[in-house]
Nanobody, 123 residues
Framework: QVQLVESGGGLVQAGGSLRLSCAASGRTFSSYAMGWFRQAPGKEREFGAAISRSGGITYYADSVKGRFTISRDNAKNTVYLQMNSLKPEDTAVYYC????????????????WGQGTQVTVSS
């Protein structure tokens, strides 16, 4: 069992930056690839970024590539999402996820979800 708790969301102006964190409980954090998904009002949950168990492989959605960076610290059981050059269309609830591979773009592949943190980008 893995429990995930996100933090770091908030309100930011377009062009600004935010850093999301996701703290995991349990001793099996390093057994999972970790990722970030997001869900805007009225839309389906979509993949954003993911990282392999060791951190050696990262994978990004085209919509965030070059602006967002995912990283993890297995000693701290934490995964991060650095978000730069934010756009109003990045506004969504961001969910931390634990799953089998860094290519887990389908939400149905996810084993565990966090409760989500709101990110709002104003224009």
């Amino acid at each position: 069992q893995v429990q995930l708790v996100e933090s770091g969301g908030g309100l930011v102006q377009a062009g600004g930056s935010l850093r999301l964190s996701c703290a995991a409980s349990g001793r099996t954090f390093s057994s999972y690839a970790m990722g970030w998904f997001r869900q805007a009002p009225g839309k389906e949950r979509e993949f954003g970024a993911a990282i392999s168990r060791s951190g050696g492989i990262t994978y990004y959605a085209d919509s965030v590539k070059g602006r967002f960076t995912i990283s993890r610290d297995n000693a701290k059981n934490t995964v991060y999402l650095q978000m730069n050059s934010l756009k109003p269309e990045d506004t969504a609830v961001y969910y931390c996820a634990a799953g089998p591979t860094p290519f887990m773009t389908n939400p149905r592949l996810i084993n565990y979800w966090g409760q989500g943190t709101q990110v709002t980008v104003s224009s």
